[in-house]
C-alpha cells in the first residue's frame, strides 16, 4: 500500500485527528462556558468531560475516515484515494462542528440541546422559516458553517503536516495509553456525576446540562447505602433561577382571600376517562353532576411520574428534570405554605419512587408525608389512607385551611378489590403476568379493572359524604383525577406508557368549585390546566404563563387547540384530528407514531406535521419557558 495511506501511530491522518480533538475541545469549551471551571471540584470534571466527550463526539469522523481508508486503499490509485480520505476527514469533522455550532445556538435561544423535536419541525416543509431567521441571519450562519469546514481544511493539508514538534515529543506514545487516559478520565467524570446526582451538588448537576447528549450516571441506592447525604438544597424560595431553571417568570404578586378555600385532591392510578360511568363508578358520576366536569381530559404523560408531575406543575414532562436536579417543588404548593396551609398527604404507593419527595412535596413535612406500599394489597391500603385522610379531616385546625391528597392504587395492575364489590364478571382470578394469555383473556381482565375501579369510586364517595357530613363542602376545592390511563388491547396494547393514544393518556377529570354552577366542558383539556385553574383562587395576580404551560379552565375565553403529553423520552401533541409523538432525546426516536384523531396510522406523516407546523414551533418555544435563558 503507498505510504501515504500506510497509518503508523502519527502519520497525517493521526495528527489531524490529534489537532481535531484540540479544536472540538475548544469548541465545546465555548459552549458550556468558562464559569464552570470556578469551582475547582466543576473545573476539575468540566475538563474531563470536556476530553472526553470532544473524543466521542468524533467517533463517527473516526470510523467514516478509518473505513473510507480500507475501502480507498483496495479501491482507488493512491492519488485518488488520498483525495477521498481527504475529502472524508474534512467533510466530517467540519460536520462535527457544524452540528456543535447549531446545538449552541439552539440552546442559547431556547435552553435546550438538539432533539428529535428540533430535527422533525426543521425538516418539515417551511420549518426553517418558520423559526424566524432573517436573511442576514443565514448569511451569518453560511459564512460560520463554511468558516468552521474551512478550519479542518487548514487543519488537514497545513497544520497537521507541520506538526513536527508534536511528531517529535510524541513519536513514542501509543494510542493505547491515549486510550486509557481517556477511560480513566472518563471513569472519573461517570464517578464524580453519580455522586451529584446522590448528593444533590448542583454545580455539576447544571454544568453537565451544557453537554449535548450527556448521558446521566445515577447510583442513588449505592450512594445511600455508603451514607453520602444529600446537600441541602435553597428550594424553599417563592423563585428559582439558575443556569438551567427560571421558575417562576416573574414574582408571584398574591391577595390572599380572606377565607381561603380548602383543597381535597383525589388521584386514581391508571383511571381512564370511560371509568366515569353511572355503573362503574356510580358516586363519582353523581358528584360529576355538582362539578366542572370534563368530558375529553389529557394527563401531561402516559406514567405516574409525569401525570401527577403535570397536574402539580402545570408544565410538560421534560421539566421533571430540572425540578428534580433543583428539588424545586411547584408554585402552587408554594403558594399554600404561604398562606398558612395545613396538609395531609397519603398514597398507597411510595413518595420516593417516582421521587415526588424530591420534586412535588420536596418542601413537606415529613410528617405530613403518609405512605402505605407494603403489606397489605392495594385496596385495603387504600381503605386504611382514606381513614387517615378523614381522620386527619377531623383533627385538623379549623381556623386554617387545609390540602389533602390522596392516591388510589387499586386500579394498579393487576387490579385489586373485594371480591363483594365485583360488578363484572367473570374476571381473572389471578393475573399472573408470565403465565396470562393476553389475547384470550383480556376481557377478564379488563373486568378486574372495572370492579377495581368501582372499589375506588366507593372510597372517593367516603371523602366526598364525609365533607358533606361535617358541611365543608361550601368551602372546599375538591378535584378526582386519573394519573394517566389504561388500555386493554384496544389499540393493541395493554396498560400504559406505550402510546400517547387516547385510552392511555386520557383520564376522568372533575374539578368542584364553591360558587362555580356545575357544567360540562367537551373540549380538549389537561392535567396542565389545574394549576392555572387554582392559583387565581389563592390569590395569585400573575398571568398563568408566569408559572405555567396551562390555562384557566374558569376564564370566560378558554379554549385549547391540543394537549400536550410525554413520558421519560418523548413528548406529544394531542389534537382532535392528529396525534404525533416527537423524540426529545436519543432514546425516544425508536416509537413515534402519527395517527389520527382515532388513533389510526394516517398515510402522510410530512403533511400532517407541515399541518401543525405553528403548535410544534410553540410546543418547542415552551420546552424553554422556563429554562434559565429567560434571565
Known amino acids: 500500500m503507498p505510504g501515504m495511506l500506510s497509518f503508523s501511530p502519527l502519520t497525517r491522518i493521526n495528527r489531524f485527528f490529534v489537532l481535531s480533538w484540540l479544536l472540538v475541545a475548544v469548541h465545546l469549551t465555548t459552549l458550556a462556558g468558562l464559569s464552570q471551571y470556578a469551582d475547582w471540584r466543576t473545573g476539575l470534571w468540566s475538563l474531563a468531560t470536556t476530553s472526553t466527550y470532544s473524543l466521542f463526539y468524533l467517533l463517527p469522523a473516526l470510523c467514516i475516515v478509518f473505513t473510507t481508508r480500507k475501502l480507498a486503499g483496495w479501491l482507488l490509485a493512491p492519488r485518488g484515494a488520498a483525495a477521498v480520505i481527504a475529502a472524508a476527514a474534512i467533510g466530517s469533522t467540519g460536520l462535527t462542528h457544524v452540528l456543535l455550532f447549531a446545538d449552541r445556538v439552539i440552546h442559547s435561544m431556547y435552553g435546550f440541546h438538539i432533539n428529535g423535536f428540533v430535527v422533525d419541525l426543521v425538516l418539515t416543509p417551511g420549518g426553517i422559516a418558520s423559526l424566524g431567521a432573517s436573511l442576514s441571519t443565514q448569511l451569518t450562519a453560511t459564512a460560520i458553517v463554511l468558516a468552521l469546514f474551512a478550519l479542518q481544511a487548514a487543519a488537514y493539508f497545513w497544520l497537521a503536516p507541520r506538526f513536527e514538534t508534536m511528531r517529535k515529543r510524541l513519536w513514542r506514545v501509543q494510542w493505547r495509553w491515549l486510550l486509557i487516559a481517556v477511560a480513566g478520565l472518563s471513569l472519573g467524570e461517570r464517578v464524580a456525576y453519580a455522586y451529584s446526582s446522590a448528593a444533590n451538588y448542583r454545580p455539576i448537576l447544571f454544568a453537565s446540562e451544557r453537554y449535548p447528549f450527556y448521558l446521566p450516571t445515577s447510583a442513588r441506592t449505592l450512594a445511600k447505602k455508603l451514607g453520602i447525604e444529600e446537600i441541602s438544597s435553597d428550594a424553599s424560595g417563592i423563585a428559582v433561577k439558575n443556569g438551567t431553571l427560571h421558575y417562576p417568570l416573574a414574582p408571584l404578586d398574591i391577595e390572599p382571600p380572606a377565607r381561603p378555600p380548602n383543597v381535597v385532591w383525589l388521584v386514581a392510578e391508571s383511571l381512564r376517562f370511560d371509568m366515569l360511568d353511572p355503573k362503574i363508578m356510580p358516586k363519582t358520576w353523581t358528584f360529576s353532576q355538582d362539578a366542572l366536569r370534563l368530558e375529553q381530559h389529557y394527563s401531561g404523560g402516559n406514567v405516574t411520574q409525569m401525570g401527577v408531575f403535570s397536574m402539580f406543575y402545570g408544565l410538560y414532562s421534560t421539566y421533571w428534570f430540572p425540578m428534580l436536579d433543583n428539588r424545586r417543588s411547584p408554585v402552587l404548593l408554594d403558594v399554600m405554605k404561604k398562606e398558612n396551609y395545613q396538609f395531609g398527604l397519603y398514597t ?181 390546566d389545574i394549576p392555572a385553574t387554582l392559583l387565581p383562587l389563592l390569590g395569585v395576580k400573575n398571568p398563568p404563563s408566569d408559572y405555567s404551560l396551562g390555562y384557566n379552565l374558569l376564564a370566560p375565553d378558554y379554549h385549547r387547540d391540543y394537549a400536550v403529553a410525554g413520558d421519560w423520552n418523548r413528548i406529544a401533541y394531542i389534537g382532535n384530528d392528529l396525534k404525533i409523538s416527537f423524540p426529545v432525546n436519543a432514546s425516544g426516536t425508536a416509537r413515534n407514531k402519527a395517527t389520527d384523531g382515532d388513533d389510526n396510522p394516517i398515510d402522510n406523516v410530512a403533511e400532517a406535521k407541515a399541518s401543525i407546523r405553528p403548535a410544534m414551533l410553540e410546543m418547542m418555544q415552551n420546552l424553554a419557558r422556563f429554562s434559565g435563558r429567560n434571565g
Open 348 to 528: 398507597s404507593q411510595r413518595f420516593t419512587y417516582p421521587a415526588f419527595d424530591k420534586t412535588i412535596f420536596v418542601n413537606m413535612n415529613k410528617a405530613d408525608l403518609h405512605e402505605r406500599s407494603e403489606g397489605a394489597i392495594a385496596w385495603q391500603r387504600d381503605r386504611a389512607n382514606v381513614a387517615d385522610l378523614l381522620d386527619f379531616i377531623d383533627r385538623r385546625d379549623p381556623t386554617r385551611p387545609f390540602m389533602t391528597y390522596m392516591f388510589f392504587e387499586s386500579t394498579h395492575a393487576n387490579y385489586n378489590f373485594p371480591d363483594e364489590t365485583a360488578i363484572a364478571r367473570p374476571y381473572l382470578d389471578d393475573l399472573n403476568y408470565l403465565t396470562a394469555d393476553f389475547a384470550a383473556d383480556i376481557g377478564q381482565i379488563k373486568n378486574r379493572y372495572i370492579n377495581a375501579a368501582h372499589h375506588v369510586d366507593q372510597q372517593i364517595g367516603r371523602v366526598i359524604d364525609h365533607l358533606r357530613a361535617k358541611k365543608l363542602l361550601d368551602n372546599t376545592i375538591i378535584i378526582v383525577l386519573g394519573d394517566h390511563g389504561e388500555e386493554f388491547m384496544e389499540r393493541s396494547h395493554w396498560g400504559h406508557a406505550a402510546e400517547f393514544n387516547r385510552f392511555q393518556t386520557s383520564t376522568p377529570a372533575m374539578i368542584r368549585i364553591p360558587g362555580e354552577k356545575p357544567r360540562v366542558v367537551t373540549g380538549i383539556t389537561s392535567h396542565l
